[in-house]
Nanobody, 115 residues
Framework: QVRVVESGGGLVQAEGSLTLSCAVS????????MGWYRQAPGKQRELIAR???????NYADSVRGRFTISRDNAKNTVSLQMNSLKPEDTAIYYC?????????WGQGTQVTVSS
């Protein structure tokens, strides 16, 4: 059974930094495309960062240059380093593992950026 667990959310002031972490149980991690999504109140969930097994990254325009996704295959974890945070980054952040179109979601972690 695959479990996806996020951690690291919290309250931070604007222009601050925060690092989210996501741990994936099971043997699928190294072959999975990992993604970070977020959902702000009243808005749809959106993909903000994506990392393939071969190391290719993609970012949403809204976070490019401020957020960095990385993975540690030895620890089965993916991280999202978030810098220069803005109040509009406030959302629930979700980790997603895509293993050959089998999708696994975490429960989400709240990030709140105060102005």
């Amino acid at each position: 059974q695959v479990r996806v667990v996020e951690s690291g959310g919290g309250l931070v002031q604007a222009e601050g930094s925060l690092t989210l972490s996501c741990a994936v149980s099971g043997s699928i991690f190294s072959l999975s495309v990992m993604g970070w999504y977020r959902q702000a109140p009243g808005k749809q969930r959106e993909l903000i960062a994506r990392l393939t097994p071969d190391g290719t990254t993609n970012y949403a325009d809204s976070v490019r240059g401020r957020f960095t996704i990385s993975r540690d295959n030895a620890k089965n974890t993916v991280s999202l380093q978030m810098n220069s945070l803005k109040p509009e980054d406030t959302a629930i952040y979700y980790c997603n593992a895509d293993y050959y179109s089998r999708i696994y979601w975490g429960q989400g972690t709240q990030v709140t950026v105060s102005s």
